[in-house]
């Protein structure tokens, strides 16, 4: 995989979106504090922009970074993955909408849809997305988008990007939320998705300091809406913001390839213990996506959901490590873990979302494996 412009991944992370600028040849996107623009003559811009919230050239660079390494013609940043998830709901669905999204999506995407856009008058259709043709048939006559995951958050499975985008073309557009697998491992456009959402929060700004969203897409009159949503709404985020989201996403190659050595090797390590009952990892061969993510993935990620035998041995894992902090997101250069059913995915208590009160889920950092190891072995042997 190689971003858009022919440039290698890395190349393009450093380079794309930014050139030094033609005053001081600074080789870092400057950050341009301003939040208005002097103008040479009424609306005669200088460069482009007039008030940040419709646009700064800061944010610009980060976009067009984003959008070279998924190979899209166009970018938008927001807020916080939320903020761009909202507006993406906004851009899609009317009063009598209809929308199709995974049993297993993040808590936070299904809290919006169920409980937010559902006032307005839109209904949904929650499937197992790891079934294209189920996808295929929940899509009605109404229905004006279709969203998945994959991996997914927390059940870590995997749906096959191309066979869903199949199943509904013609009939729903596809959004896929790529937070878990990054740019890096995965590039859903080339796979037949209409737009992708990242939570830049995550693995793009890569440091757990920043939050933030991105769409990318190759749809020009999507790529409006989402400009005159970005502005409309005011969900951009602030220059410092995306100068740091653009800062850490220089390296994500290199974490990301680290990141995986390491949750590969923590997934067969925990797999070979008796007290977990199962490690749900795409890169293990015995996990119903593996073929499936060999294929679409350019490496299995590292984010590892567990099983354990019970809700109390769950808790206790979570409780005892000491390197893997107890703390909820993931992404960032440190591991950590927590239980979903009472953090994150809290909100999907007692909906058809609802995650298994024994499951741990753990982000593996690019700690060195060895400290991590140990701090998996001491947390298993405090089960009981
Ligand atoms: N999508 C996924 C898969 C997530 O895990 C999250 C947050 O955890 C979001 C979207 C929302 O992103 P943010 O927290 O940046 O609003």
Same mark, same amino acid.
């Given at each position: 995989?190689?971003?858009?412009?022919?440039? =290698?991944?890395?190349?393009?992370?450093?380079?794309?979106?930014?050139?030094?600028?033609?005053?001081?040849?600074?080789?870092?996107?400057?950050?341009?504090?301003?939040?208005?623009?002097?103008?040479?003559?009424?609306?005669?811009?200088?460069?482009?922009?007039?008030?940040?919230?419709? =646009?700064?050239?800061?944010?610009?660079?980060?976009?067009?970074?984003?959008?070279?390494?998924?190979? *899209?013609?166009?970018?938008?940043?927001?807020?916080?993955?939320?903020?761009?998830?909202?507006?993406?709901?906004?851009?899609?669905?009317?009063?009598?909408?209809?929308?199709?999204?995974?049993?297993?999506?993040? =808590?936070?995407?299904?809290?919006?849809?169920?409980?937010?856009?559902?006032?307005?008058?839109?209904?949904?259709?929650?499937?197992?997305?790891?079934?294209?043709?189920?996808?295929?048939?929940?899509?009605?006559?109404?229905?004006?988008?279709?969203?998945?995951?994959?991996?997914?958050?927390? =059940?870590?499975?995997?749906?096959?990007?191309?066979?869903?985008?199949?199943?509904?073309?013609?009939?729903?557009?596809?959004?896929?939320?790529?937070?878990?697998?990054?740019?890096?491992?995965?590039?859903?456009?080339?796979?037949?998705?209409?737009?992708?959402?990242?939570?830049?929060?995550?693995?793009?700004?890569?440091?757990?300091?920043?939050?933030?969203?991105?769409?990318?897409?190759?749809?020009?009159?999507?790529?409006?809406?989402?400009?005159?949503?970005?502005?409309?709404?005011?969900?951009?985020?602030?220059?410092?913001?995306?100068?740091?989201?653009?800062?850490?996403?220089?390296?994500?190659?290199?974490?990301?390839?680290?990141?995986?050595?390491?949750?590969?090797?923590?997934?067969?390590?925990?797999?070979?213990?008796?007290?977990?009952?199962?490690?749900?990892?795409?890169?293990?061969?015995?996990?119903?996506?593996?073929?499936?993510? *060999?294929?679409?993935?350019?490496?299995?990620?590292?984010?590892?959901?567990?099983?354990?035998?019970?809700?109390? *041995?769950?808790?206790?894992?979570?409780?005892?490590?000491?390197?893997?902090?107890?703390?909820?997101?993931?992404?960032?250069?440190?591991?950590?873990?927590?239980?979903?059913?009472?953090?994150?995915?809290?909100?999907?208590?007692?909906?058809?979302?609802?995650?298994?009160?024994?499951?741990?889920?753990?982000?593996?950092?690019?700690?060195?494996?060895?400290?991590?190891?140990?701090?998996?072995?001491? *947390?298993?042997?405090?089960?009981?």
């Amino acid at each position: 995989m190689s971003a858009a412009n022919d440039q =290698g991944f890395s190349t393009a992370s450093i380079h794309a979106g930014y050139e030094p600028d033609s005053l001081y040849g600074s080789i870092n996107t400057p950050i341009y504090a301003s939040t208005t623009f002097a103008q040479n003559g009424l609306n005669e811009l200088r460069g482009g922009y007039e008030y940040t919230r419709c =646009g700064n050239p800061t944010i610009t660079a980060l976009e067009k970074t984003v959008a070279a390494l998924e190979g *899209a013609a166009f970018g938008r940043a927001f807020s916080s993955g939320m903020a761009a998830t909202d507006v993406l709901l906004r851009i899609f669905l009317r009063p009598g909408s209809h929308l199709v999204f995974g049993h297993d999506a993040y =808590g936070g995407t299904f809290r919006l849809i169920d409980q937010v856009f559902t006032q307005w008058g839109v209904e949904y259709t929650v499937v197992d997305t790891t079934d294209a043709q189920a996808v295929g048939q929940a899509v009605q006559e109404n229905t004006a988008l279709v969203w998945l995951e994959t991996p997914s958050n927390p =059940g870590l499975s995997i749906t096959d990007i191309q066979a869903v985008a199949d199943a509904v073309a013609g009939r729903a557009p596809l959004v896929v939320d790529n937070t878990f697998a990054s740019p890096y491992l995965q590039n859903p456009l080339k796979l037949g998705a209409a737009a992708v959402l990242h939570s830049t929060t995550k693995y793009i700004g890569g440091h757990s300091d920043v939050v933030g969203g991105l769409v990318v897409t190759n749809d020009a009159k999507l790529d409006e809406d989402l400009l005159f949503y970005q502005g409309g709404t005011g969900a951009i985020p602030s220059v410092f913001d995306a100068y740091l989201t653009a800062r850490g996403l220089k390296t994500l190659a290199v974490r990301m390839d680290r990141h995986c050595d390491n949750a590969e090797a923590i997934a067969k390590h925990l797999n070979a213990s008796e007290k977990v009952a199962t490690v749900l990892y795409p890169g293990l061969e015995t996990h119903p996506g593996h073929e499936v993510a *060999a294929r679409q993935m350019r490496r299995f990620g590292a984010m590892i959901s567990v099983r354990f035998h019970s809700e109390e *041995a769950a808790r206790a894992f979570c409780l005892n490590t000491k390197v893997i902090a107890l703390a909820e997101s993931l992404g960032g250069v440190e591991s950590l873990v927590e239980h979903p059913a009472s953090m994150t995915h809290q909100s999907v208590t007692d909906s058809v979302l609802e995650v298994p009160r024994d499951l741990v889920r753990i982000s593996v950092g690019i700690e060195d494996i060895e400290d991590l190891i140990s701090d998996v072995d001491a *947390a298993l042997a405090a089960i009981n």
